[in-house]
C-alpha cells in the first residue's frame, strides 16, 4: 500500500507529501460514495402486501413494503413482512411509484 501511494504522489508532478496524497485520495472516494448514493437512491417502488389467515386467504392486514432491483422480489419481502406479523402471505398487490417511500 506505501508502494501505491508513493506512486501516486510522484504522478501527480509536484511535491506532494504521503500526507497530502492521502488527503486527496480520501476526499475522492467520500465523493465517489455520495455519487453512487445518490444514483441508486431514484427511483423507489412499493408494493401493497396482503397477509391474512385461512384457506382460502381471509386478508386480515395489508402492508407496504419498498422493493429494490433484483432480489429480494415484491413476494419475498411481503412473504416476510406477513410472517414478522405472525400472519399467513395472501399476496402481492400493485406495485407502484414512491419517491418518498411506504405512506404511512
Excluded at 27 to 39: H, K, M
Excluded at 40 to 59: D, H, I, K
Amino acid at each position: 500500500m506505501d508502494k501505491k501511494v508513493e506512486e501516486l504522489s510522484r504522478r501527480m508532478g509536484h511535491a506532494t507529501s504521503r500526507r497530502q496524497a492521502l488527503k486527496i485520495l480520501g476526499v475522492g472516494l467520500v465523493g465517489s460514495g455520495f455519487l453512487a448514493r445518490s444514483a441508486s437512491a431514484a427511483p423507489r417502488t412499493c408494493a401493497t402486501c396482503q397477509c391474512g389467515v385461512g384457506r382460502p386467504c381471509n386478508v386480515k392486514q395489508t402492508f407496504c413494503v419498498e422493493v429494490g432491483r433484483g432480489f429480494p422480489s415484491a413476494q419475498d419481502q411481503c412473504s416476510a413482512r406477513c410472517t414478522q406479523a405472525g400472519f399467513k402471505f395472501c399476496g402481492a398487490g400493485t406495485q407502484f411509484h414512491c419517491p418518498q417511500g411506504c405512506p404511512a
